[in-house]
């Protein structure tokens, strides 16, 4: 292996807020090119695929697994009108490779918006899938308005808690988590106390010597706070693992591969099987991102896994779901510029507008009399649901494109509210 793509493509993490931004785009050039990542004794090392006879040996023998993640199925604006097509892109894929997958995580947002439609589309696809077993955690996406009660039905029986559990494969300890539920304004993804206590209980029983995949869908390591692509409490469940000599993190959410290795534990996002998202800070707020037409496919995908018993190993091959077109580089680009959607009427109805757009809200406070009306309109590509911080009113449905939300006031006070499913997005109504 050339010496210098190793160093190019290893991300320590030396920066207080845990970026390395400049190592995340490196990384992400080379995902786009199919690259193979293989942990040893806490070292991650890359070679990109080249189709030769080594890449094959390397993922022959041992236990092979897949992770597909954020399908949204639902989902239908520009960014991708039909995320059904590349999701089962992505099974084809997987069906294709040769090799049967033992099982499949899948890291959340099955749905766009949690109907039980989207939901037995999704699993019309998967079901295709040439394996034993899918293994579910819950995206945001997946819960809501129920607090996550239909995705526990459909796909969390004999789970623990909000749906969290552990299995064991060829030796390995395999652990879902649940970080998506109870958000609080202006924080992060959540574990939850009762969740990192049963963590805690669950690792007991197992020696160091003994590899650790977890999986979830919020990234378990701070990618990028500014837009909620962090969990609050993941430190509390990474000091349960350090003692373990090779720790596994899959995540998705993000949409889009990223790495970093801490220790003996290597983190790891996926890319979606639906639609890219813009690099951290590339654009003004998170979301789906539109490409041109030819490339979509090239920044989608899924990964494969691959675990040599006695190696303590695991590979880890990202595949897009098409090469990227020739000219066209595969990272993901900035953020398109948008129209405005901000600059739309003050009033209407008779109520003062609170416009969502690019995950803010504007204005991020407004004054009503007593008495008064006030509307959300959602601007997004994206759902977002509006909580009262302090339950003084009903939350919202989940708000679509263009939907809204009309609530009166009566009682004089301040009004914190948040995005139950961006909890970074928060605002308040003050009442005179
Ligand atoms: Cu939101």
Redo the contacts with the bound molecule.
């Keep these: 292996m050339d010496p210098e793509i190793m160093t190019d493509t290893i991300v320590h993490d030396h920066g207080e807020d845990g970026i390395d931004r400049r190592g995340f785009l490196k990384c992400m050039a080379w995902a786009g090119t199919g690259a193979l990542w293989v942990m040893q004794s806490g070292v991650l090392r890359s070679m990109p695929l080249t189709g030769t006879p080594g890449d094959a040996a390397a993922l022959k023998g041992g236990l092979f697994f897949a992770q597909i993640s954020d399908s949204h199925i639902g989902f239908s604006k520009e960014a991708n009108p039909d995320v059904t097509a590349t999701l089962q892109a992505a099974v084809d894929r997987l069906n294709g490779q040769g090799r049967r997958p033992a099982f499949v995580l899948h890291t959340g947002d099955i749905s766009q918006l949690s109907k039980p439609t989207e939901f037995d589309t999704a699993d019309q696809v998967i079901k295709g899938i040439r394996t034993e077993r899918v293994f579910y955690v819950p995206g945001e996406h997946d819960v809501l308005g129920d607090n996550g009660k239909q995705y526990l039905a459909r796909y969390g029986r004999k789970t623990r808690g909000d749906g969290w559990y552990s299995f064991d494969h060829s030796g390995v300890h395999f652990v879902g988590l649940v970080n998506v539920l109870n958000l609080k304004p202006g924080g992060l993804g959540s574990l939850g106390a009762e969740q990192v206590a049963w963590l805690k209980r669950d690792l007991a029983g197992h020696p160091a010597s003994t590899p650790i995949v977890v999986f979830a869908h919020v990234p378990l390591w701070t990618v990028y706070p500014d837009w909620g692509w962090g969990t609050d409490d993941s430190e509390q469940a990474l000091a349960l693992l350090r003692r373990f000599g090779s720790v596994t993190v899959l995540n998705g959410h993000i949409h889009q591969v990223m790495q970093k290795v801490e220790g003996n534990v290597a983190f790891h996002t996926a890319l979606s099987t639906a639609f890219p998202q813009p690099a951290p800070g590339t654009a003004p707020s998170p979301g789906p991102l539109k490409v041109e037409p030819a490339r979509l496919r090239s920044l989608l995908g899924l990964a494969s896994v691959t675990y040599h018993q006695g190696q303590h190993s695991l590979a880890i091959v990202d595949q897009p779901l098409a090469p990227a077109p020739a000219g066209m580089a595969a990272a993901a680009p900035a953020g398109a510029q948008r129209d405005s959607f901000a600059a739309g009427p003050a009033v209407v109805g008779g109520a003062r507008v609170i416009r969502?757009d690019n995950?803010s809200f504007l204005p991020p406070e407004l004054h009503v009399p007593k008495g008064g009306k006030v509307m959300w309109i959602n601007g997004?590509d994206?759902?977002?649901?509006i909580v009262s911080a302090d339950q003084r009113f009903r939350p919202s449905s989940a708000l679509d494109t263009n939907d809204q939300y009309t609530l009166t006031l009566e009682q004089p006070g301040t009004y914190p509210y948040f995005?139950?499913?961006?909890p970074k997005?928060t605002g308040r109504i003050v009442v005179e």
Excluded: A, E
Aim: aromatic share 8%.
């Design positions: 969502i995950f997004d994206v759902p977002h649901l995005c139950s499913l961006h997005m």
